[in-house]
C-alpha cells in the first residue's frame, strides 16, 4: 500500500500547483522564496508544509504519503526535541514510522499549530524553511509550547527533512522577523507577485494569491 501511494506521488504534487490559489496558508510567509528552478514552485511548496502538518494531527497516512519525500540516497528524516523533561527524542527515517507517530500522538490529541515559516531560498531543488508553530498534548501540559524547526522542501516530491525542537528563549518567535502585518496571504481572484525585500516579503500591490508566488 505504502509503494502504492509513493508511486503517485509525482501526479499528486502536481495536483496541488492547480489548487493552490484556493488554499492559502493560515500562516505568515516570510523570507526568500525567488529563484525557483524550472518546473518548481514556492507556492507548491507552502501548501505542501500545510498539507504535511494538517495529515500529521489527522494521522492521515495517505496525505502524509503524498507530501513526504524519500530521496535516495539519505531518505527522509523527522525528528523532535523533548518540549518537557517527560517528553521523548523522537527520530524517523521512513513513512510507515512517522504514520505510527502521528497515529500515537494523535492519541494524545497532539496539535502543531503553525504561526509562520521563514524561507531560506532555493538550492538546487531544494527550499529551505524555518517552521515556527506552537505544539500541545495531553502529556505535555496546559498551555501550548513554542517550538521552531530546520526544515527542506523538495521540488515535485514533499518534504524531506523536518527537525522540530522548543524555541528557544533567546528566539521572540516570528513576531520579531519584521514582517509586514498585511503578509499574511488572503484569496484574490487578481494576479500578481510577491517580491523579496530585505528579510522578509513584500507584496508588490495589494491583494495578491498564492499562485503569484513563483
Given at each position: 500500500m505504502v509503494a502504492l501511494l509513493r508511486a503517485v506521488v509525482g501526479l499528486q504534487l502536481l495536483a496541488f500547483s492547480s489548487?493552490?490559489?484556493?488554499?492559502?496558508?493560515?500562516?505568515?510567509?516570510?523570507?526568500?522564496?525567488?529563484?525557483?528552478?524550472?518546473?518548481c514552485s514556492a507556492a507548491v511548496g507552502i501548501t505542501v508544509i500545510s498539507t504535511w502538518f494538517a495529515a500529521f494531527h489527522d494521522a492521515d497516512s495517505a496525505a502524509l504519503a503524498r507530501v513526504?519525500?524519500?530521496?535516495?540516497?539519505?531518505?527522509?528524516?523527522?525528528?523532535?526535541?523533548?518540549f518537557t523533561p517527560s517528553d521523548t527524542f523522537v527520530r524517523i527515517h521512513s513513512l510507515p514510522d512517522l504514520v505510527r507517530y502521528a497515529r500515537t500522538r494523535m492519541r494524545r490529541h497532539e496539535r502543531m499549530i503553525l504561526e509562520a515559516v521563514r524561507f531560506y531560498g532555493w538550492r538546487r531543488r531544494a527550499l529551505g524553511f524555518m517552521p515556527y508553530f506552537a505544539r500541545s498534548a495531553d502529556d505535555l501540559g496546559h498551555n501550548p509550547l513554542a517550538g521552531i524547526g530546520k526544515a527542506e522542501y523538495l521540488c515535485g516530491?514533499?518534504?524531506?527533512?523536518?527537525?522540530?525542537?522548543?524555541?528557544?528563549?533567546?528566539?521572540?518567535?516570528?513576531?520579531?522577523?519584521?514582517?509586514?502585518?498585511?503578509?499574511?496571504?488572503?484569496?484574490?481572484?487578481?494576479?500578481?507577485r510577491l517580491i523579496g525585500k530585505?528579510?522578509?516579503?513584500?507584496?508588490?500591490?495589494?491583494?495578491?494569491?498564492?499562485?503569484?508566488?513563483?
Amino acid at each position: 500500500m505504502v509503494a502504492l501511494l509513493r508511486a503517485v506521488v509525482g501526479l499528486q504534487l502536481l495536483a496541488f500547483s492547480s489548487i493552490v490559489a484556493q488554499q492559502p496558508p493560515t500562516w505568515t510567509v516570510q523570507g526568500d522564496t525567488a529563484g525557483a528552478p524550472p518546473g518548481c514552485s514556492a507556492a507548491v511548496g507552502i501548501t505542501v508544509i500545510s498539507t504535511w502538518f494538517a495529515a500529521f494531527h489527522d494521522a492521515d497516512s495517505a496525505a502524509l504519503a503524498r507530501v513526504t519525500a524519500m530521496p535516495p540516497p539519505t531518505g527522509f528524516v523527522f525528528s523532535t526535541g523533548k518540549f518537557t523533561p517527560s517528553d521523548t527524542f523522537v527520530r524517523i527515517h521512513s513513512l510507515p514510522d512517522l504514520v505510527r507517530y502521528a497515529r500515537t500522538r494523535m492519541r494524545r490529541h497532539e496539535r502543531m499549530i503553525l504561526e509562520a515559516v521563514r524561507f531560506y531560498g532555493w538550492r538546487r531543488r531544494a527550499l529551505g524553511f524555518m517552521p515556527y508553530f506552537a505544539r500541545s498534548a495531553d502529556d505535555l501540559g496546559h498551555n501550548p509550547l513554542a517550538g521552531i524547526g530546520k526544515a527542506e522542501y523538495l521540488c515535485g516530491q514533499g518534504i524531506s527533512i523536518l527537525n522540530l525542537a522548543p524555541r528557544p528563549s533567546y528566539d521572540p518567535g516570528p513576531a520579531s522577523r519584521r514582517a509586514p502585518p498585511n503578509m499574511r496571504l488572503k484569496l484574490s481572484a487578481r494576479g500578481g507577485r510577491l517580491i523579496g525585500k530585505g528579510s522578509a516579503l513584500s507584496a508588490a500591490a495589494a491583494g495578491r494569491s498564492l499562485s503569484a508566488i513563483r
